[in-house]
């Protein structure tokens, strides 16, 4: 088997790599989604609650990323899912210090990229923990967006694929949450906020892909309902809350969009996420990394002589990359003068020709005047 065959059955092996962020103020069900996404307690469900000292109340308490990997397997394919938990967002009284923590965790996953692609000889054990998606939970308000979501999503959205979502949708009534719904969908197109809307191309993509991506685009945000209780509902073991009036079914679409968000996030989006990551997020932070130069304090601490070489042949292979570009624009203007030009001489040479076409006109009838008179 060739080589990167074999490199493919070993990746299958160990799982497809794939990472999903969680974000969203405390207590919107982030840990209840992650656990009932992942059939496991794959985070811990009792809050931290570090003001339990009554004295400490009014210290801002920052946030702690934790990365966490799972195992699994989804529709005959396994998933190595990391996921980040960003507990402790929204809770200070300024959040200034939680937005610069996330946004820098993201970047900090382009930089070792960054730093791995320069090294001459590569890390074989190197593993990428770039995020794929960052799933924002909304609080089920009823209404459209705070300003802290909105100031989020607008920040990190330039670094990452943002999927919004309610999070506990069982709180509001059908109703409630369609008007929720449309309210937040309008303040994010307002706001130009660039989440990731399932993009299709009708001209370019199958019936079936445009289809299922509009269908998706109508959902967002998706309402989300998370529980790690089961229930026999219908002779049907089934994630499920339970009311004293009845069931909220997790996995049905009428209850929640839960299915939908799991297996575009798990299955059919999966690949799109990972491809907009890398081919345009992290090409856009790279570009502005190097084009920035190697003095940034933060990416040349890291780096030894190796590394810097790589780093300097980068610089140099995107300075080349430029030089192409203004040479092709001179080629390109060059070629237009000489159209130019080309099209006034054409036009001149009518203009003679037509003039010795008149001439000629002009003297045989001169000979045939003289002609006559000698007649
Ligand atoms: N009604 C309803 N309650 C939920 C849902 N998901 C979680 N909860 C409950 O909401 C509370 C908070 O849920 P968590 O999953 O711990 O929320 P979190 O966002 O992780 O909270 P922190 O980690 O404390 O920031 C718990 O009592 C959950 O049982 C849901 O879909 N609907
Ligand atoms: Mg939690």
Request: net charge negative; glycine share 6%; proline share 3%.
């Amino acid at each position: 088997m060739s080589s990167p065959a074999v490199h493919r059955k070993k990746n299958l092996k160990k799982g497809i790599q794939f990472c999903i962020m969680v974000s969203g103020i405390s207590g919107t069900g982030r840990t209840t989604f992650v656990n009932t996404l992942c059939h496991k307690n794959v985070l811990d469900c009792a809050a931290e609650d570090t003001y339990a000292d009554v004295k400490e109340a009014h210290l801002d308490k920052g946030i702690s990323i934790q990365p966490v990997t799972v195992d699994l397997e989804e529709e005959g394919t396994r998933v190595s899912l990391t996921i980040v938990d960003t507990p402790g967002f929204g809770d200070n009284i300024n959040n200034e210090a939680c937005f610069n923590e996330i946004l820098g965790y993201l970047e900090r996953q382009y930089d070792e990229i960054l730093a791995e692609e320069s090294r001459i000889k590569r890390n074989p054990r190197f593993r990428d923990n770039r995020v794929h998606v960052l799933v924002y939970f909304i609080t089920p308000t009823g209404h459209g967006l705070r300003e802290l979501d909105i100031e989020l999503m607008r920040r990190l959205a330039p670094r990452v694929n943002i999927i919004p979502v309610i999070g506990k949708a069982d709180t509001l009534t059908p109703a409630e949450l369609a008007l929720s719904k449309k309210l937040i969908m309008e303040d994010i197109e307002y706001f130009k906020i660039p989440i990731y809307n399932f993009p299709y191309d009708v001209e370019e993509d199958d019936e079936q892909t445009v289809e299922e991506n509009m269908e998706l685009r109508s959902k967002l945000p998706f309402a989300v309902v998370g529980s790690t209780e089961s229930f026999e509902i219908n002779g049907r073991k089934t994630p499920a809350r339970q009311y004293p009036w009845g069931y909220v079914e997790v996995e049905n679409s009428a209850h929640s969009d839960f299915v939908f968000l799991r297996s575009a996030l798990l299955g059919s989006h999966l690949a799109d996420l990972k491809e907009i990551t890398h081919d345009f997020l992290y090409e856009n932070y790279r570009t502005e990394r190097l084009s920035k130069g190697v003095t940034d304090a933060t990416l040349d601490s890291s780096l030894n002589a190796e590394e810097l070489a790589g780093q300097s042949y980068l610089l140099k292979e995107e300075q080349l990359r430029r030089d192409e570009e203004k040479l092709r624009e001179v080629e390109q203007k060059v070629q237009r003068e000489i159209i130019g030009k080309r099209q006034a001489l054409l036009a001149r040479e009518q203009e003679l020709r037509e003039m010795e076409a008149r001439f000629a006109r002009e003297s045989s009838v001169t000979t045939q005047d003289d002609s006559s008179v000698v007649d």
